[in-house]
């Protein structure tokens, strides 16, 4: 019986030490996604590259979650619904016409994040990322996703390059 016990351990073991192959190679995409999420600009400043991207993400009714100016990282939250009231007494009356429990996406947070890593020592990499989840009226996680439209990228680097610009000049 010992043998047994023995063996079975041994196996699990050996099995616990495969690994995927496949794990850490980065998707066909992952160049392109990663330059629309990542632009250069000529400021050496990183900390106010952080105070215009903070304030541009108020702006966009983003709550920072946190901020570390030694290391350039920001982290933002924001709540919305995902569908106005009669939407959901729509879902609900139908759903209780059908004697089943309604369940319907109910809000949603969307995260952002952004990460400036200093080049030389005249230009600044700022990175972006965004991503968001959905939950159900139950409280349960309907749906997981990164926001990878390139406008929603290029419009946040439009506006941080005019944040930039007016924190840069005092206006």
Same mark, same amino acid.
């Given at each position: 019986?010992?043998?047994?016990?023995?063996?079975?351990?041994?196996?699990?073991?050996?099995?616990?030490?495969?690994?995927?192959?496949?794990?850490?190679?980065?998707?066909?995409?992952?160049?392109?996604?990663?330059? +629309?999420?990542?632009?250069?600009?000529?400021?050496?400043?990183?900390?106010?590259?952080?105070?215009?991207?903070?304030?541009?993400?108020?702006?966009?009714?983003?709550?920072?979650?946190?901020?570390?100016?030694?290391?350039? +990282?920001?982290?933002?939250?924001?709540?919305?619904?995902?569908?106005?009231?009669?939407?959901?007494? +729509?879902?609900?009356?139908?759903?209780?016409?059908?004697?089943?429990?309604?369940?319907?996406?109910?809000?949603?947070?969307?995260?952002?994040?952004?990460?400036?890593?200093?080049?030389?020592?005249?230009?600044?990499?700022?990175?972006?990322?965004?991503?968001?989840? +959905?939950?159900?009226?139950?409280?349960?996680?309907?749906?997981?996703?990164?926001?990878?439209?390139?406008?929603?990228?290029?419009?946040?680097?439009?506006?941080?390059?005019?944040?930039?610009?007016?924190?840069?000049?005092?206006?």
């Amino acid at each position: 019986m010992k043998k047994l016990i023995y063996i079975f351990m041994l196996g699990c073991l050996i099995s616990a030490c495969a690994t995927d192959k496949d794990l850490y190679i980065p998707d066909a995409n992952y160049l392109e996604r990663r330059n +629309v999420e990542t632009r250069i600009f000529d400021t050496a400043n990183t900390k106010e590259l952080l105070i215009a991207s903070a304030q541009l993400l108020q702006d966009m009714d983003y709550t920072i979650t946190e901020s570390d100016t030694e290391i350039g +990282v920001i982290t933002a939250t924001k709540d919305r619904n995902v569908m106005p009231t009669a939407g959901k007494v +729509v879902l609900t009356v139908l759903a209780a016409l059908n004697n089943q429990p309604a369940v319907y996406e109910d809000k949603q947070k969307f995260y952002v994040s952004i990460v400036n890593t200093k080049l030389n020592g005249r230009q600044t990499k700022t990175r972006v990322t965004f991503a968001r989840i +959905v939950y159900d009226n139950l409280g349960k996680v309907a749906e997981i996703e990164k926001l990878d439209d390139p406008a929603l990228y290029t419009e946040f680097f439009d506006k941080l390059g005019q944040s930039v610009f007016l924190t840069a000049n005092n206006i």
